[in-house]
């Protein structure tokens, strides 16, 4: 048999397969139902909140919000005054930090479609938070 009407008859094989399992609403409009993912499966506990530098202090806050494609994290740093210093650091400072800030910082984390925490925009694992200030 030639090889190109072998793919040919798998592929139509394949075709009639595949359209057999498709969900139809009444009126015959086709529907799919999207299949859960990973990335909305990040929790809290899945960072470690530490405190090791000076300056640490607990974060103001730390919240999932799961109503969009992924999961996306946003914890916040206050300082000590308005006026301190403040910067969130990540991986006990390999991962990088936030820009330092006064007052306040955020920073946001996104669910990976392996259930982890990385920085929005980056790739980088986070498994370990801190968040500082200056007195």
Request: proline share 4%.
């Amino acid at each position: 048999m030639h090889p190109l009407f072998t793919h040919l008859l798998a592929f139509t094989f394949a075709l009639k397969t595949a359209e057999a399992c498709v969900a139809t609403s009444p009126g015959g409009t086709a529907t799919t139902t999207a299949a859960p993912t990973a990335c909305k499966s990040c929790t809290l506990d899945t960072v470690t909140h530490i405190m090791i530098s000076e300056g640490t202090k607990e974060f103001t806050s730390d919240t999932i919000d799961t109503s969009g494609t992924c999961a996306v994290r946003t914890a916040v740093c206050d300082g000590f005054s308005a006026d301190s210093g403040v910067i969130i650091t990540f991986n006990r400072d390999q991962a990088g930090a936030t820009p330092t800030g006064t007052g306040t910082v955020s920073a946001t984390l996104v669910c990976n479609d392996a259930g982890e925490w990385t920085l929005e925009g980056e790739t980088i694992v986070i498994t370990e938070i801190e968040c500082q200030s200056t007195p």
